[in-house]
């Protein structure tokens, strides 16, 4: 009897033990995105699926955010590990702009993600014909500390102007598409491939404005960032001409600080899951190894690795990757 209890004991310390070093084994991320439903976060929701599910002792979880600005601070605080972002990331890795007090070194890329093309967006009845139009009028700017809002900030100060110049409204994407539906805004910048935007053109009630060259050689000079664009004729429903715009890269990011044999894994798993990540979203048909020239902050070591590996290295940035 003694021998049996004795077994038991013994047995039931290795079951103890082997799931409290299972436990201490895994490796617990988080991947962010924007808004709930927004094209960041379900790009962020699927590639946190293709890390748990290819890599071993890997779990990654996703949270929705404000946007690019709220992923940053998450990543700062080590809150999150991996963000979806636009180019705000670019300048808070180099503490300009809106981070000149606030700059983030220790930002790393580790993949290019899409173009965003920017819409200059009005409601069919708003009467507004050009962006310069918009002193005075009800523009959703985005939600709070989130990407878009940024955006704004800079394309109102190219045009002369603040967000007390305008009836500013906080609100994201989904956000937006319903106060168009209710006749509460006349006006938004947004991006064109945003799934409330294809609601809202698919529903007539927008029409979606050019930008003159005038405005894009002063936002460029102003925010480099940016470059000239165009929304494709027949991208969205009621553009049948190519409609000059402004667009930016978004990229997959990092911070220093993460092992590099993880995010070379990480890396490695989402070129190999390409496809699925394009099914989430057409956006990232984009995301291949030769768009690496379009990231405007560092590679992640274990990420560098991995282009060199394969040999993407001819593609790297050379203002970025000294």
Not at 3 to 17: G, M, P
Not at 149 to 178: C, H, P, W
Not at 256 to 262: F, G, I, K, R, S
Request: aromatic share 8%.
């Amino acid at each position: 009897m003694k021998k049996s209890v004795h077994l038991f004991i013994i047995l039931l310390t290795v079951i103890f033990f082997t799931g409290t070093n299972s436990l201490a084994q895994t490796t617990y991320l988080t991947a962010t995105g924007g808004t709930m439903g927004g094209s960041t976060y379900v790009i962020a929701a699927a590639i946190s699926k293709i890390i748990t599910d290819s890599l071993d002792g890997v779990v990654c979880g996703v949270q929705s955010t404000g946007g690019t600005v709220a992923q940053l601070q998450l990543l700062k605080r080590q809150e999150s590990q991996i963000g979806t972002c636009d180019p705000a990331a670019t300048d808070a890795f180099n503490g300009v702009g809106a981070y000149i007090d606030d700059p983030m070194p220790f930002l790393r890329a580790i993949a290019p993600m899409y173009p965003e093309l920017k819409a200059v967006i009005v409601a069919k009845d708003s009467g507004i014909k050009s962006i310069y139009e918009l002193k005075g009028k009800r523009v959703s700017i985005g939600a709070v500390a989130s990407g878009t809002e940024l955006t704004n900030k800079e394309t109102f100060s190219v045009l002369g102007m603040t967000f007390d110049d305008i009836d500013a409204r906080y609100l994201g994407s989904n956000e937006s598409a319903q106060a168009f539906k209710d006749r509460q805004i006349d006006a938004c910048l947004m991006t064109a491939t945003d799934p409330a935007v294809i609601e809202m053109t698919s529903l007539d009630l927008v029409e979606i404005l050019p930008v003159d060259e005038e405005f894009l050689r002063k936002l460029k000079e102003a925010y480099p960032k940016y470059s000239s664009a165009i929304i494709p004729a027949g991208l969205l429903k009621g553009i049948e001409k190519d409609v000059p715009t402004f667009a930016f890269w978004n990229a997959v990011i990092t911070r220093e600080e993460q092992p590099e044999d993880l995010i070379y894994n990480i890396t490695s798993a989402l070129y190999d899951n390409s496809e699925d990540l394009v099914n989430t979203s057409v956006l990232m048909k984009t995301m291949i190894p030769e768009n690496i020239k379009e990231l405007t902050i560092p590679l992640h070591p274990g990420a560098k690795r991995y282009y060199v590996e394969k040999g993407y290295s001819e593609y790297f940035n050379k203002d970025v990757e000294k």
